[in-house]
């Protein structure tokens, strides 16, 4: 009797293997769980995994025999790599398909939204298929939102997939968490990264270094890189702001401040000023390395020149003072003190 074939799943995932595996075994067994969390850092690649394995699902011929899935051939797969952005609140990519994350400028996801989610996930599926709803910045459910969540939760309907897509465990209610099965994604080598954008993208090698040091294990920050120059460019401006701070008086600080912020509000300007001293910090952690001869470890490669002129100049202690004004600045910023002041306070303090 012929041996039944092997399906072949193309994840689109740098690193990480046992995730992809384990929804593999989940999709031939037919025992995939009612709810996920697509658990770690950003920029690790959770939120397209969900959205493949969603059109894996909803593939038109994922029971009839084809060995690779999705098959990219049917009119649902169609449609999911057809209308793939994420502008609305809730986009609508496909009929079984939902996505809803933070409206711009809001703290939350609010009540509203989730009922709304909620709504369309109970609708009847229109291929009598999966009913497939993902939530980003899961974390960010406000505690209405979470409960409606919980109730959904709580009574399953069959072939009904929710995907929660969140940085911090902590944050989401335990009830929703112990009803979910949770994944976690880790950052991945840097080689993994290199290899991913020379194979894959075309980057060039020196190109490529430079980013897969920066993006510190985080295979689509690493894409953004490549593929978006004014992002990357921009990213390295806020590294050589800093670095100009250590000569400048306090008013020179100041102006810089003022002129790197954009004129965003709300949790924007809070994403804006924490992404900021994230950056601050990793050439910290450089000066740090390069106390210690570490030159190979260095994230911010691309300005390894002139992060040389701070070799050995300040010793570990004054760095590690550095480091919690930072961790005190982000602090700051998520206790809701006022952005822009918590970032002009650690420019001043910072090198004193």
């Known amino acids: ?28 067994n037919e025992k995939v769980a009612g709810s996920y969390i697509f658990l770690g850092p950003g920029n690790l690649g959770k939120t397209t995994l969900a959205k493949f394995f969603a059109q894996t699902l909803l593939c038109e011929n994922r029971q009839k025999g084809d060995l690779v899935l999705p098959c990219n051939q049917c009119s649902s797969c169609g449609q999911m790599r057809g209308r793939a952005g994420e502008e609305d609140d809730l986009s609508v990519l496909h009929s079984d398909f939902y996505l809803t994350r933070r409206q711009e400028g809001k703290k939350n996801i609010s009540v509203e939204q989730i009922r709304e989610f909620i709504k369309r996930l109970q609708l009847s599926s229109f291929l009598n298929s999966y009913k497939i709803g993902v939530i980003k910045n899961a974390e960010s459910l406000n505690l209405a939102a979470g409960n409606a969540l919980l ?47 020379v194979n894959v993208y075309g980057a060039r090698r020196s190109q490529a270094k430079n980013i897969a040091h920066l993006s510190l294990g985080r295979p689509a920050l690493a894409v953004k890189f490549l593929q978006e120059e004014d992002f ?73 020149e002139r992060l040389e002129f ?38 001043c303090n910072i090198f004193n």
């Open 151 to 197: 109730k959904t939760l709580e009574e399953p309907h069959d072939k009904v997939v929710v995907i929660l897509i969140a940085s911090h465990l902590e944050n989401i209610p335990s009830t929703i968490v112990s009803r979910s099965r949770v994944l976690n994604f880790y950052p991945v080598t840097r080689d993994l990264i290199y290899d991913h954008l």
């Open 232 to 304: 990357y460019k921009n990213y390295l401006d806020k590294g050589e702001i800093f670095l100009r701070l250590e000569k400048q008086n306090l008013n020179e600080r100041i102006k810089e401040v003022s002129q790197m912020l954009s004129s965003s509000s709300g949790q924007e300007n809070v994403d804006e000023v924490l992404e900021i001293i994230g950056i601050w910090r990793g050439l910290v952690r450089d000066f740090l390395l390069l106390n210690y001869s570490h030159k190979d470890l260095l994230q911010f490669e691309a300005l390894k």
């Open 1 to 28: 009797m012929k041996e039944k074939e092997e399906k072949f799943f193309q994840w689109p995932l740098v690193g990480n293997p046992k995730i992809p595996e384990l929804l593999s075994q989940s999709i031939k």
């Open 310 to 347: 701070f070799e050995r100049k300040f010793n570990p202690l004054s760095i590690l003072k550095m480091i919690a004004i930072l961790q005190k600045g982000e602090q700051q910023v998520k206790a809701n003190v006022n952005p822009r002041l918590v970032l002009e306070n650690t420019a």
